[in-house]
């Protein structure tokens, strides 16, 4: 599903967040010390090349809410920007720090020019964030950010599988 918010096309589907072409950006849900472990992190890692991990090096640890960016090496992108998400636990501070990452991602993604991003649900694998709570806070994070967008075009948002999708088509059909 598509859809134009003050002129930001906001996409869902389904797909591999290391296999993006046609995106200046992509974003990882990482780990703290920027390695490449399981689930988004191991797929961006993998895809990139060993040059990611050297580039992540002098750059970590990084705090839950934090993003960061490098290059994309041998991804089909320009940039990776790193987020550190939250451990979900059943209180508001996770909230805010999940909506944290989205909104550093995307001044990040500003302050390179980036002028499109994919997104995965950050914190919805290992880390434990109901997906659907998770996609609500991305989603509530980008619509606060949309008057700072002035580079930022288009926003996908990668699942793997169709269930997910559904709920990511749901929430975003709500979305106004
Ligand atoms: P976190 O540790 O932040 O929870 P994960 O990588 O475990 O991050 O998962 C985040 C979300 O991304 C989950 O919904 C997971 O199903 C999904 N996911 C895992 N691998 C990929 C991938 N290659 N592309 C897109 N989404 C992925």
């Given at each position: 599903m598509k859809r134009t918010l003050s002129g930001l096309i906001m996409e869902c589907k389904i797909g591999n967040i290391a296999a993006q072409n046609g995106f200046d950006a992509?974003?990882?849900?990482?780990?703290?010390?920027?390695r490449p472990g399981g689930g988004v992190a191991g797929a961006i890692h993998s895809a990139a090349g060993p040059g990611l991990?050297?580039?992540?090096?002098?750059?970590?640890?990084?705090?839950?809410?934090?993003?960061?960016i490098t290059g994309a090496h041998h991804l089909p992108n320009k940039f990776v920007i790193h987020c550190l998400?939250?451990?979900?636990?059943?209180?508001?501070?996770?909230?805010?720090?999940?909506?944290?990452?989205?909104?550093?991602?995307?001044?990040?993604?500003?302050?390179?020019?980036?002028?499109?991003?994919a997104f995965p649900l950050i914190s919805t694998g290992v880390f434990g964030y109901p997906f659907k709570e998770g996609v609500q806070?991305?989603?509530?994070?980008?619509?606060?950010?949309?008057?700072?967008?002035?580079?930022v075009r288009?926003?996908?948002?990668?699942?793997?599988?169709?269930?997910?999708?559904?709920?990511?088509?749901?929430?975003?059909?709500?979305?106004?």
């Amino acid at each position: 599903m598509k859809r134009t918010l003050s002129g930001l096309i906001m996409e869902c589907k389904i797909g591999n967040i290391a296999a993006q072409n046609g995106f200046d950006a992509v974003v990882n849900a990482a780990n703290a010390w920027l390695r490449p472990g399981g689930g988004v992190a191991g797929a961006i890692h993998s895809a990139a090349g060993p040059g990611l991990l050297e580039e992540c090096r002098p750059l970590a640890p990084i705090k839950p809410g934090e993003a960061v960016i490098t290059g994309a090496h041998h991804l089909p992108n320009k940039f990776v920007i790193h987020c550190l998400g939250p451990v979900y636990e059943k209180d508001e501070f996770s909230g805010k720090v999940l909506a944290n990452c989205y909104c550093n991602a995307l001044k990040l993604a500003e302050e390179h020019k980036v002028k499109s991003i994919a997104f995965p649900l950050i914190s919805t694998g290992v880390f434990g964030y109901p997906f659907k709570e998770g996609v609500q806070v991305a989603f509530t994070a980008l619509k606060e950010m949309i008057p700072q967008l002035t580079f930022v075009r288009r926003v996908v948002f990668v699942v793997r599988d169709k269930s997910k999708l559904a709920v990511l088509n749901q929430e975003l059909a709500r979305f106004h």
